[in-house]
């Protein structure tokens, strides 16, 4: 454990000092909420990985604050001169959550002072300008402050790769091994936080002009004449993509926007959503509302820094949120029509439904199966499209190599009214992919253990006893991950199929007490697609249960 007085003692903030100090004495006099408190906040440093660091605020090595920060960037930016050289050039980027934009700076002051380069962007803006930012300036690394989607409690720092560092397939990328590594090396031979110096100026705005640039580059992703005729509800779900996004729509055509009201404007305490993720039930309730009062043909919704986009439709039968394999064929199959043409790679995830490499190989394009996480599928060679099923999509690699909600959400909005000209609906786009490739069904299977050693446990025991049959049919291949395979490397995962070609892909979850299981069951249309649909969803419910009972661990674990 981390010493509680040695640390205080050199926190640069005097509000998460004195915050420790508090929470030490409470401790001292027998709280033992304190006492708890403080074993979490020094059980050890908050872990540099692929992700960057994520966590809760407050004082503390376990948490996010200035000093955990200020020790980072030192570790970033000797990490970066120890590539390139001393003048290695690092752009910074922040959204609205609480301390973003401190950490923003703190950031900018270190690397200002340690002799690097540092460009900041002068307001919170989407995570997507950040990652355009390092290949529009041809940056050597990009440091975006944020949490993405998690609650108003925690905060972020997601790392980029680009210019010097890294080769083509890799700028603008975020990290993954084994820079992560040498990284969190360098940042654990930092000085304490406040022996680590900082400079008062010296750093520089990004201009205007890039911001300007990404707009530009997002408009010329449709043409510019097209059908605008669709009514879109829009909702930035209390983050920073408001209004870019707003604006992107309106350059592109798309006037008949409405934004919800309650969630337009940045708010890091997210006061209308329980969990700002709109892949959370009930997180799309007001934007579905809105569009029933406005009979919109779309509703759009961004995460709070904007790099991933849900979808929902009106349908037959109500309103419907579109899951992100629906959304990742959609945009795929509009995407495809230029690159069978141009030529290039679609890119999607291992957990993320099969239909695009389908998709792709009709249109005459290849297709690269990645692990999860963009800082795998944006690195696919030659890639023009990539998704994963959580909703995240990359649209416009050349100019952004990582998800991207806001061009994902033009793209989605254009390929919607060019199917209303036809009188058509995306609800008809999915039934066409259905009656050309056969029903697709995704669906997830999620067991959450009472603490993190028991994810390795059950992943244990389902190698040890894999099922004979999933959803009635024989199980074919039990692949274990752990290994690697020739198209990917190794990680901790299981894949299962049957002789129907049902699967499911087991992993841990890297950041919470979970075991996820993704579920895709294949069916063909023999006579039509919704008898296709229900066979389907009738196996998938087959096998979720078995799944579920497959992962369960012996009541004496």
Not at 286 to 305: F, Q, R, S, T, Y
Not at 324 to 351: C, H, P, R, Y
Not at 472 to 497: K, M
Request: aromatic residues 6%.
């Amino acid at each position: 454990m981390i010493d509680i007085d040695s640390w205080i003692e050199h926190d640069p903030d005097e509000v998460t000092r004195q915050e420790l100090i508090a929470l030490k004495q409470k401790a001292e006099g027998g709280d033992a909420d304190a006492q708890a408190e403080i074993a979490d906040r020094f059980s050890g440093p908050l872990e540099f990985g692929t992700a960057g660091l994520r966590g809760a605020m407050g004082g503390g090595p376990f948490r996010m604050n200035r000093a955990v920060v200020r020790k980072a960037a030192a570790g970033l930016v000797e990490f970066l001169q120890d590539k390139v050289g001393r003048d290695a050039l690092i752009v910074i980027g922040y959204d609205a959550r609480h301390n973003s934009r401190d950490f923003a700076l703190d950031t900018a002051a270190v690397a200002t002072a340690a002799g690097a380069r540092a460009l900041i962007y002068p307001r919170y803006l989407p995570t997507p300008l950040l990652a355009w930012a390092v290949r529009y300036l041809d940056a050597d690394a990009g440091v975006m402050v944020t949490a993405s989607h998690n609650p108003p409690k925690d905060n972020g720092y997601k790392v980029y790769l680009g210019g010097r560092v890294v080769d083509e397939d890799g700028r603008g990328v975020q990290i993954v091994p084994p820079h992560d590594s040498e990284i969190a090396e360098k940042i654990a031979a930092t000085p304490p936080a406040d022996e680590i110096p900082v400079a008062s100026t010296g750093w520089s705005l990004i201009d205007e002009s890039v911001v300007e640039a990404y707009l530009e580059r997002t408009r010329s992703l449709i043409p510019p004449e097209h059908s605008s005729d669709i009514k879109i509800v829009h909702t930035s779900m209390h983050g920073v993509g408001g209004e870019t996004m707003m604006k992107v729509l309106k350059d592109a055509g798309f006037t008949n926007v409405h934004e919800v009201e309650e969630q337009a404007q940045p708010d890091p305490d997210f006061p209308t959503v329980s969990f700002p993720n709109p892949e959370e039930p009930g997180a799309l309730d007001l934007a579905i509302e809105k569009a029933k009062k406005v009979g919109a043909d779309l509703v759009i919704a961004n995460d709070p820094d904007a790099d991933r986009c849900s979808i929902a439709i009106p349908t037959s039968t109500g309103w419907r949120q579109l899951n992100g394999d629906e959304i990742g064929s959609v945009l795929g199959e509009q995407i495809a029509k230029i690159g069978a043409i141009t030529g290039g790679t679609f890119a999607s995830s291992v957990v993320s439904s099969r239909l695009l490499k389908e998709i792709a190989g009709r249109h005459g394009i290849a297709h690269a199966t990645t692990l999860t996480g963009f800082k795998w599928i944006a690195r696919a060679p030659q890639i023009i499209f990539g998704y994963e099923e959580a909703i995240g999509f990359c649209v416009d690699p050349e100019g952004v190599k990582d998800k991207d909600g806001i061009t994902a959400g033009l793209l989605f909005a254009y390929i919607a009214a060019q199917l209303k000209t036809r009188g058509q609906t995306v609800e008809d786009q999915l039934d066409h992919l259905a009656q050309t490739h056969g029903v697709y069904l995704t669906a997830p299977v999620t067991i959450r253990v009472s603490d993190l050693s028991l994810m390795p446990a059950t992943m244990a025991h389902l190698r040890a006893h894999s099922p004979e049959t999933l959803a009635g049919s024989a199980v074919t291949s039990v692949s274990d991950l752990s290994e690697g395979t020739p198209d990917l490397p190794p990680t901790d995962a299981i894949i299962l199929l049957n002789e129907l070609g049902d699967r499911a892909v087991v992993r841990p979850s890297g950041t919470e007490p979970k075991v996820k299981c993704y579920l895709e069951v294949i069916e063909p249309v023999a006579t039509t697609v919704q008898a296709a649909r229900e066979a389907a969803s009738k196996r998938m419910s087959h096998l979720q249960k078995d799944m579920s009972a497959a992962l369960a661990l012996p009541s004496d674990s």
